[in-house]
């Protein structure tokens, strides 16, 4: 909403307090690459902000066509951002498929920028256009900016002589150019990324610097729009901030982890959309460390972690839904010799390969219960794309302090997004020390310790230690393979009794808003900031409403049945058909209102608002 206007350049500038831009084009067009350059630009102006990238799942998926459409959403703001906006305030639309695509959530009068050039008569075929949207009328209802970017880009390189794909390739950055100017951007940063980004090809960093100076320059010179806008720096807690996408915190999360603890981090991991990035970003810290190793599979990936953490190595292991169904028998394997894992799941829309690159939170239940036989595991979940650094370090503590493999739930949007992330002081991190056994009186390789039942943790070829391990049946402390009936029986329950145990050392469930009352909003995992930005909203609208976000998902915090009984109803939104709901309500018999979506998109904070406003 505008809160001020002033004159400059000949134009109108409206400040405003938020605003949500969508960049939309093939996916050959280079959409999230400007999207990101427009984050880190309004990140380093202090903007607080939150993104969504929406991409194909096809490598390439036929041009011009609707299942090719790659978008980029941000929303950038001089207040606390929650989300990346329900709808947009400006679409740059870069062909027919992205228009037809994007246009029915594109605000009433809001900004649309058209590349022209793109809107020929096979161009709209391929859409799926009988007419052409620019000439019917239909877009009335917008403020549509026609440019020709395609033929612009080509004007402004024309010197370079490079060949015409080169240089239309460049046409997102003369769209971003544009930008820019629309909303009081520097250049700077990105000008500085082109020269670190193409270093060494002389002409890409000049085809590329031209482009975007192009797209800026013609905006001064034509005025093509009426009015610019401006949005002030966010008034964020003092810090040192960095803008962070999930995968990349998760990464720094396991790093200071393996850092904090001394021991050496393995990650044995397979390829998979959208967890494959971890793998990428943990890649770069060889210097501290870190071994990276690309399996040949899922399975061999867990089995080589697992032997990592034999060895005395924190294990971790990351994958989507389908690679933890491979992986499921190994997991049984290190829940039953206990040994840390760290198994991460960035989930995505299923069944089977189902919807690759959108998000999806239906992996809860195979975490709790994906393996044969009775195989209870730790499981949390990260809330944000900078929360996962602090969950990843969680994860990494509970495995080690309790030798029990943890499974750590993200998601394709968590993953994918980006937000400000204030740098933590690492004194503020929990220390923690694996329980590493090196003398050999009285050794027992399953002599528990009396709090939290984790076994010690004996190092292959320290004298004295040797010991048995594998997927039969062991005896209670000596570890030799057994089948008594009595002994199984009670290791069962022994496992069970540790993970349950992990509750005794976690922090009570906080309650943001009264401690109890009428209606309580309950969520996990990604549907953190929709669920926080619907609370805002209905609090402004006098709705007494309070809010409560898990982390720990099993086991669950001590106090969490006592919040859900002090609340006359519970409403829980969730990427699933309920998965969360059945569970808690199988566990504690209160009665909760499930709220599902299963649309491979996240939620909108309007559609939880909505919902409150109904219960309220």
Not at 185 to 205: C, D, N, P, T, Y
Not at 581 to 604: D, M
Request: include cysteine; proline fraction near 6%; hydrophobic fraction near 40%.
């Amino acid at each position: 909403m505008a809160s001020q206007t002033t004159q400059e350049k000949g134009g109108t500038t409206l400040e405003q307090s938020s605003v949500v831009i969508r960049f939309a084009g093939d996916s050959g067009d280079g959409m999230q690459l400007t999207g990101s350059q427009f984050t880190a630009t309004s990140a380093l102006a202090g903007n607080d902000l939150a993104t969504f990238p929406d991409f194909p799942a096809e490598i390439r998926a036929p041009a011009g066509t609707l299942p090719g459409v790659s978008g980029y959403q941000i929303n950038f703001s001089s207040d606390q951002v929650f989300t990346p906006g329900d709808v947009p305030d400006a679409l740059v639309a870069m062909n027919p498929a992205a228009l037809k695509a994007n246009i029915d959530e594109l605000k009433p009068q809001g900004i649309l920028i058209v590349n022209t050039d793109a809107f020929k008569a096979n161009d709209l075929r391929k859409a799926g256009y009988d007419e052409n949207p620019l000439e019917n009328g239909s877009l009335d209802g917008y403020r549509t900016v026609k440019v020709e970017l395609t033929s612009l880009t080509r004007k402004s390189l024309a010197e370079l002589e490079l060949p015409t794909r080169t240089v239309d390739r460049c046409k997102n950055f003369f769209a971003l150019g544009m930008v820019y100017y629309l909303y009081g951007r520097s250049l700077e940063h990105s000008l500085a990324w082109i020269e670190r980004k193409f270093k060494g090809k002389s002409e890409l960093v000049e085809a590329n610097r031209l482009a975007l100076k192009g797209g800026y320059a013609y905006c001064e010179a034509t005025e093509v729009f009426h009015e610019t806008y401006e949005v002030a720096p966010a008034k964020l807690p003092a810090g040192t901030y960095r803008n962070i996408a999930g995968n990349q915190a998760l990464a720094l999360g396991l790093l200071a982890a393996a850092e904090k603890s001394g021991l050496s981090l393995f990650q044995g991991s397979y390829p998979i959309t959208p967890a494959s990035d971890l793998l990428h970003e943990l890649s770069k810290y060889k210097n501290h460390g870190v071994v990276t190793f690309q399996a040949e599979d899922e399975i061999a990936a867990i089995g080589a972690a697992i032997g990592a953490s034999f060895a005395g190595a924190l294990g971790i292991t990351s994958t989507s839904g389908p690679g933890i169904a491979l992986k499921a028998e190994f997991m049984s394997l290190a829940i039953s010799v206990e040994l840390p894992l760290v198994v991460i799941n960035v989930m995505r829309g299923g069944p089977s390969t189902g919807l690759p690159t959108k998000t999806e939170q239906s992996d809860l239940l195979q975490a709790m219960y994906g393996r044969h036989g009775e195989t209870p595991c730790i499981v949390i979940s990260a809330s944000s794309p900078a929360d996962c650094f602090e969950t990843a370090y969680e994860a990494c503590r509970l495995s080690v302090e309790h030798m029990t493999p943890v499974i750590m739930l993200s998601d394709g949007f968590i993953a994918n997004g980006a937000e400000p992330w204030k740098l933590p002081s690492t004194g503020d991190m929990k220390p923690f020390a694996p329980n590493y056994r090196t003398d050999p009186e009285d050794f027992l390789p399953y002599k528990r310790d009396e709090q939290t039942l984790a076994r010690p943790w004996a190092i292959p070829g320290t004298p004295g230690l040797e010991h048995r391990i594998g997927g039969l049946e062991r005896a209670e402390n000596t570890g030799n393979v057994s089948y008594d009936p009595e002994n199984h029986e009670r290791m069962v329950h022994i496992r069970a009794d540790k993970v349950a145990r992990v509750a005794d050392s976690l922090p009570p469930a906080e309650v943001d808003g009264p401690a109890g009352g009428k209606l309580l909003v309950l969520g996990w995992g990604s549907t953190y900031g929709s669920i926080c930005g619907a609370i805002r909203a209905a609090r402004q609208e006098g709705i007494e409403v309070s809010r409560l976000h898990l982390r720990h998902l099993n086991p669950f915090p001590k106090n969490l049945e006592e919040i859900l009984g002090s609340f006359e109803r519970v409403l829980l939104p969730e990427n699933n058909m309920g998965q969360l709901h059945l569970l808690l309500q199988g566990r504690f018999l209160k009665p909760i209102e499930s709220l599902t979506k299963i649309k491979g998109q996240p939620f909108k904070k309007s559609e939880i608002l909505a919902k409150i406003r109904e219960m309220a």
